[in-house]
């Protein structure tokens, strides 16, 4: 992911072509030994590689991190089916400002649009995705069961700030 984003960083005209098929062989036999790859890094790596290969030299550095940003975010949207979850989280980790302008707010329906198709086309293609039916019957619910999700939230969210704070902190 560190290449990506120093690739976004920095004016890199092009990402070698061997990159996605190392990483693709890299990433199996990750798995053939139980490490981990991280829940989203395969896809969004493919998809950025993708990308910024299809930025010409006519591109400029803008043009370039805009395609970067819609190959990670198709990527990622392709593989997990989440279209808005894949456009906030590339835009979190690229670092992208945001600023309400004509121009961002076309990019911005740009990146919806692809990424929606991105994942309709991965259904199309067959690329499916794991559920598990939980039975949930409204017979169970007690105000004992909402106090316990109430306190599990709360913790979540302490948590959550802790983090942002301790990375905030260790980035100093």
């Not at 098929?21 to 829940?39: D, E, P, Q």
């Not at 835009?91 to 945001?98: F, V």
């Not at 919806?112 to 499916?128: D, H, Q």
């Amino acid at each position: 992911m560190k290449y990506l984003i120093t690739g976004i960083q920095t004016n890199i005209k092009k990402i070698s072509w061997y990159f996605p098929i190392l990483l693709v062989i890299n990433t199996f036999f990750a798995h053939l030994t139980g490490v981990s790859v991280g829940r989203e890094g395969v896809a969004v790596q493919l998809g950025g590689t993708i990308g910024k290969n299809f930025a010409d030299e006519k591109f400029s550095a803008d043009q370039c991190n805009y395609l970067i940003r819609l190959g990670m975010i198709c990527g990622f949207s392709a593989l997990f089916k989440t279209p808005l979850a894949a456009l906030f989280f590339i835009l979190e980790i690229t670092g992208r400002k945001i600023k309400i302008t004509r121009e961002f707010l076309y990019e911005l329906i740009s990146y919806v649009v692809f990424s929606f198709t991105a994942t309709k086309v991965s259904n199309l293609l067959g690329l499916e995705k794991f559920f598990v039916f939980v039975d949930f019957s409204f017979k169970n619910i007690t105000l004992e069961m909402y106090l316990k999700i109430v306190i599990a939230s709360i913790c979540f969210i302490l948590v959550g700030m802790l983090f942002v704070i301790v990375q905030k902190f260790l980035k100093k």
